[in-house]
């Protein structure tokens, strides 16, 4: 079907099914454009939570639709191809997470949102990209504090702060494909541009960056600054979400190659058939549930 067939049906099925597109910045360019909200992780769950539409098409991976399926446990929660994960959130899991928790008794755990529904469960205080700091902040000094699964989003949190934790040994492998040499050659092309990196890349990465800040705060970042060119140390995705925004100014990609699969694994056709059949549908156990959304609300009152 044409394009422009397949956002008409999409919209018409919209209406029809009471339903509402959410949009990860990192989405394809045609999702982004049909989605009827585009966001980081945290605006996306706040956003979820408060929708008065009964039914929320997450175009994102799994931990997104499921952190919506947590906090909106009363509406239908669609994930268009339900094999879109995310490997970093699939590297931490419960029993492991239970087991050191044992060995650090009165330990506080800090949990990145990307990770999955059970972990959220065994977790204090989930967070973001853009409330890492934050929460960490919040717990008392002298706690001991576990974080996972990003030992990078970890190790910077952990610099800024001051605050030492242990740090589970997860990563994100598309933002491992940022390399030193690519912000070099980005910054001698373009010698005016500010350089902005996301938290989950290495610290070889944050130590070249101008700035370090998840999807969310690079577009606060841009809106507030008079400079013309930026140079985006992100998954590529964020580059359609930047230009869209702000035609009057340019953005470089650190790097074509730092390109999620999994977030691109949603298409206009999956939506259209999503929204046709209703499915497929994510759902959390309710017990599992109900600790997860502690933790997550936990985070929403700190941010
Ligand atoms: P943000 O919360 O910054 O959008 O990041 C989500 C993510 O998956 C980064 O890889
Ligand atoms: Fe997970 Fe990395 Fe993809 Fe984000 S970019 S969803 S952290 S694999």
Redesign the pocket.
């Given at each position: 079907m044409p394009k422009r067939q397949l956002v008409e049906k999409i919209l018409a099925l919209k209406a029809e099914r009471d339903a509402i597109i959410l949009a990860?910045?990192?989405q394809p360019p045609e999702i982004q454009d049909v989605a009827d909200r585009l966001g980081?992780?945290?605006d996306l769950s706040r956003f979820a939570a408060s929708a008065s539409e009964k039914v929320i098409v997450f175009c994102g991976v799994h931990f997104m639709a499921e952190t919506a399926a947590v906090l909106s446990p009363e509406k239908t929660i669609i994930l268009p191809e339900p094999t879109a994960g995310?490997p970093m959130a699939d590297m931490m899991c419960a029993e492991d997470l239970v087991a050191l928790k044992m060995k650090h008794p009165g330990s506080v755990v800090v949990t990145y949102v990307?990770s999955t529904a059970e972990v959220k469960a065994e977790t204090d205080f989930c967070c973001?990209?853009?409330n890492a700091l934050r929460v960490v902040q919040a717990v008392p000094e002298g706690k001991t504090i576990i974080f996972g699964p990003d030992k990078y989003l970890g190790g910077w949190v952990t610099e800024q702060t001051g605050r030492k934790m242990i740090l589970w040994q997860g990563y994100?492998p598309?933002?491992q494909k940022i390399h030193p040499e690519h912000i070099q050659e980005q910054r001698r092309i373009h010698p005016g541009a500010v350089v902005m990196v996301?938290p989950?890349v290495n610290p070889a990465i944050t130590s070249l960056a101008d700035v370090v800040l998840?999807?969310?705060g690079m577009i606060a970042y841009v809106e507030k600054s008079s400079v013309r060119e930026f140079v985006v140390g992100t998954?590529t995705g964020m580059i359609h979400r930047l230009q869209k925004k702000f035609p009057d100014r340019e953005f470089f990609a650190a790097t074509k190659h730092a390109l999620?699969p999994n977030m691109k694994k949603i298409a206009l056709e999956k939506v259209a058939q999503s929204l046709e059949s209703l499915g497929p549908v994510i759902g959390v156990e309710p017990g599992i549930a109900e600790r997860a959304r502690r933790a997550l609300r936990a985070m929403l009152e700190i941010s």
């Open positions: 990860h910045n990192y980081d992780s945290l995310c990307n973001t990209s853009a994100c598309t933002h996301h989950e998840g999807t969310g998954e999620c």
